[in-house]
């Protein structure tokens, strides 16, 4: 791959890296990552794919930017309240580095779409904020089996995994088998979370996955790591591949996409999209 | 035996706001009892009715998930710490 003199300039603290080169750059400039969720965890993770030269990012979310966004989803800014989130998170890569092909879906991810909308990708970005999607990603990216990134937060503590299913190793459901039933998780008026968590969770998924397009260092797959903001500790457990889980154990039952069904507070009202 | 047990955020409700416990037992139920003795309420949030762990709670050993150990029945030596953790979903909230 021939780099333009600006690439070459753009790209240098990577390229000086030993251990990216002019090789991994050029692996970063053909990677192709999806971003489910240009929210608290995608912001941050869409911001430094985008100045790594990752040359295509795909980023699905139906929701419009909204005021209580902006405490956290710093892809974003005031003046494009009320505008999808997909082209806000467009028009900020593009005058971040116009390398990147940024390929917007403006709307949900269903049974009927994700599997053929990540198809293309190399890696797969899980920031979403609900278990029904969550569930649904890890099924998907099974299935097509494709490396998932995956990040979570609430409040004050972050989680973030690997699952790369085509090299047999655990997926989401090794770990936790199924979503919580309704009403078990604390209602979304309890919720909250602190901004700047949702910055050092998105930028560690951001880091597994540039590790994942060099094919550098080791990844977190087959561990969980966990983040707490107020200990400011880290730690890691393992993950292991259940050999009874219902999706890649030996007599798998799930064969097809399963949609859950979403927790009340989950529904959000589109009001914000109609202003 | 004391083993220190580490709440994850949602349960500190149940535990006047602490992050870490100490608690009593010989195995991993009895640890669950000896919690639910101190905080009650804190064992239907990470069982099941029949006393199985929930689906979407995980506890840990050290590093390890005590699914792929002995379960509830999962011995304790002196110094082993467990920590209960809960599948999160928020990210774009």
Same mark, same amino acid.
Do not use: W
């Given at each position: 791959?021939?780099?333009?003199?600006?690439?070459?300039?753009?790209?240098?603290?990577?390229?000086?890296?030993?251990?990216?080169?002019?090789?991994?750059?050029?692996?970063?400039?053909?990677?192709?990552?999806?971003?489910?969720?240009? +929210? +608290?965890?995608?912001?941050?993770?869409?911001?430094?794919?985008?100045?790594?030269?990752?040359?295509?990012?795909?980023?699905?979310?139906?929701?419009?930017?909204?005021?209580?966004?902006?405490?956290?989803?710093?892809?974003?800014?005031?003046?494009?309240? +009320?505008?999808?989130?997909?082209?806000?998170?467009?028009?900020?890569?593009?005058?971040?580095?116009?390398?990147?092909?940024?390929?917007?879906?403006? +709307?949900?991810?269903?049974?009927?779409?994700?599997?053929?909308?990540?198809?293309?990708?190399?890696?797969?970005?899980?920031?979403?904020?609900?278990?029904?999607?969550?569930?649904?990603?890890?099924?998907?990216?099974?299935?097509?089996?494709?490396?998932?990134?995956?990040?979570?937060?609430?409040?004050?503590?972050?989680?973030?995994?690997?699952?790369?299913?085509?090299?047999?190793?655990?997926?989401?459901?090794?770990?936790?088998?199924?979503?919580?039933?309704?009403?078990?998780?604390?209602?979304?008026?309890?919720?909250?979370?602190?901004?700047?968590?949702?910055?050092?969770?998105?930028?560690?998924?951001?880091?597994?996955?540039?590790?994942?397009?060099?094919?550098?260092?080791?990844?977190?797959?087959?561990?969980?790591?966990?983040?707490?903001?107020?200990?400011?500790?880290?730690?890691?457990?393992?993950?292991?591949?259940?050999?009874?889980?219902?999706?890649?154990?030996?007599?798998?039952?799930?064969?097809?996409?399963?949609?859950?069904?979403?927790?009340?507070?989950?529904?959000?009202?589109?009001?914000?999209?109609?202003? | 035996?004391?083993?220190?047990?580490?709440?994850?955020?949602?349960?500190?409700?149940?535990?006047?706001?602490?992050?870490?416990?100490?608690?009593?037992?010989?195995?991993?139920?009895?640890?669950?009892?000896?919690?639910?003795?101190?905080?009650?309420?804190?064992?239907?949030?990470?069982?099941?009715?029949?006393?199985?762990?929930?689906?979407?709670?995980?506890?840990?050993?050290?590093?390890?998930?005590?699914?792929?150990?002995?379960?509830?029945?999962?011995?304790?030596?002196?110094?082993?710490?467990?920590?209960?953790?809960?599948?999160?979903?928020?990210?774009?909230?």
């Amino acid at each position: 791959m021939d780099f333009t003199e600006e690439q070459i300039e753009r790209y240098s603290r990577h390229i000086i890296l030993p251990e990216v080169g002019g090789k991994g750059q050029a692996k970063l400039l053909k990677g192709r990552v999806f971003v489910l969720g240009a +929210g +608290g965890l995608g912001s941050p993770s869409l911001l430094y794919l985008a100045a790594a030269g990752v040359g295509t990012i795909g980023i699905a979310d139906g929701d419009c930017v909204d005021l209580s966004n902006l405490q956290r989803q710093v892809i974003h800014n005031t003046e494009r309240i +009320g505008k999808p989130k997909v082209l806000s998170a467009k028009e900020t890569i593009n005058a971040l580095n116009p390398d990147v092909n940024v390929v917007a879906h403006h +709307g949900r991810l269903t049974v009927d779409n994700i599997r053929e909308i990540i198809r293309d990708y190399d890696v797969v970005l899980d920031g979403s904020d609900n278990f029904p999607t969550r569930f649904l990603m890890n099924d998907a990216a099974f299935f097509e089996q494709k490396t998932l990134v995956s990040g979570s937060m609430f409040r004050f503590d972050g989680q973030v995994a690997v699952f790369k299913p085509a090299k047999g190793l655990p997926c989401y459901r090794c770990l936790y088998p199924e979503p919580p039933p309704k009403g078990l998780v604390p209602s979304c008026q309890e919720a909250g979370v602190l901004g700047a968590l949702a910055g050092v969770i998105g930028v560690l998924q951001a880091v597994e996955t540039v590790k994942e397009i060099l094919g550098i260092g080791d990844s977190l797959a087959g561990h969980l790591l966990i983040f707490d903001a107020l200990k400011m500790a880290f730690r890691k457990v393992k993950v292991r591949k259940d050999p009874e889980c219902a999706l890649c154990g030996e007599n798998a039952t799930i064969k097809e996409l399963v949609q859950y069904e979403e927790q009340a507070c989950e529904l959000r009202a589109p009001s914000a999209c109609e202003r | 035996m004391a083993i220190k047990v580490r709440i994850p955020t949602p349960l500190r409700k149940l535990t006047n706001g602490s992050d870490e416990v100490s608690a009593e037992g010989r195995n991993i139920s009895e640890i669950i009892e000896n919690l639910e003795s101190n905080f009650p309420g804190l064992k239907e949030r990470i069982c099941e009715a029949d006393g199985k762990l929930r689906r979407f709670v995980n506890i840990y050993l050290n590093d390890e998930d005590i699914r792929f150990k002995k379960n509830l029945e999962t011995e304790l030596n002196e110094n082993d710490e467990l920590s209960i953790i809960p599948a999160i979903a928020g990210g774009a909230f």
